[in-house]
């Protein structure tokens, strides 16, 4: 399975920006970089993913790295809801056709008011 | 509807009990999950059903038994637990299982096991 490395925990104020870093250096060509969160008591929630190109969308901005082997998930304003374990996982291609979710330990991301 | 619902959202089950977690979606999606979740520990895979069929066993002990129905449900059966299998139990389905394609999950079914 492909591994991320990601700091086990942050804090941010509220209302200003959040940049999560995630490392992947083994990341394959064909590995898709995927982010979740998880709030507490609740299932993870998809967040945004990407393969090489920077993304966006309504939760997050997701920045890549040229040579794809780190990426930074990018909330522009925290909010108190945003408090959560963030995930960088490596959606990959198991047994050929299969992207599994592998889960490693994620960032324990604090927000203060 | 992004939703993937799970049922019983709580059980407490004796070990010699056979019971079962249900999770339905009505997305389309035709890749299913489970995943089992220790407390303060990131979600474990189990299991993956790709268009209803067992794909993955991530050598989960025997009494842990996964049933996929047809494209909309997943079952997973329980019997003979022990004291440490009580965990989170999370259901998830994507569209067709590739890289590309986000997961949605459930909520969880917390399992006790007395």
């Known amino acids: 399975d492909a591994k991320t490395t990601q700091p086990n925990s942050m804090e941010s104020n509220e209302e200003e920006p959040v940049h999560l870093p995630c490392n992947h250096s083994?990341?394959?060509?064909?590995?898709?970089i995927h982010w979740y969160r998880q709030l507490p008591s609740q299932g993870p929630e998809y967040v945004i993913h990407g393969l090489t190109s920077n993304v966006n969308n309504r939760m997050a901005s997701l920045a890549i790295a040229e040579d794809r082997k780190s990426s930074t998930l990018i909330l522009h304003r925290a909010t108190l809801r945003d408090a959560a374990v963030y995930y960088c996982i490596l959606r990959d291609n198991y047994g050929g056709s299969q992207g599994n979710l592998i889960f490693g330990k994620g960032t324990k991301l604090s927000v203060k008011p | 509807d992004t939703e993937v619902t799970q049922t019983p959202k709580h059980l407490v089950m004796g070990m010699t009990n056979k019971k079962s977690l249900k999770c339905e979606q009505h997305?389309?999606?035709?890749?299913m999950y489970w995943y089992k979740q220790k407390a303060k520990k990131p979600p474990e895979l189990m299991f993956v059903?790709?268009?209803?069929?067992?794909?993955i066993n991530e050598s989960v002990p025997s009494r842990f038994s996964p049933e996929c129905p047809n494209s909309s449900l997943l079952n997973l059966h329980l019997h003979a637990l022990q004291p440490e299998d009580s965990a989170l139990y999370l259901c998830a389905s994507s569209q067709n299982g590739r890289t590309e394609t986000e997961a949605f999950f459930g909520q969880g079914t917390r399992l006790t096991v007395v």
């Open positions: 997305m389309g999606h035709r890749a």
């Open positions: 083994t990341i394959s060509g064909t590995d898709y």
């Open positions: 059903y790709s268009y209803e069929k067992l794909s």
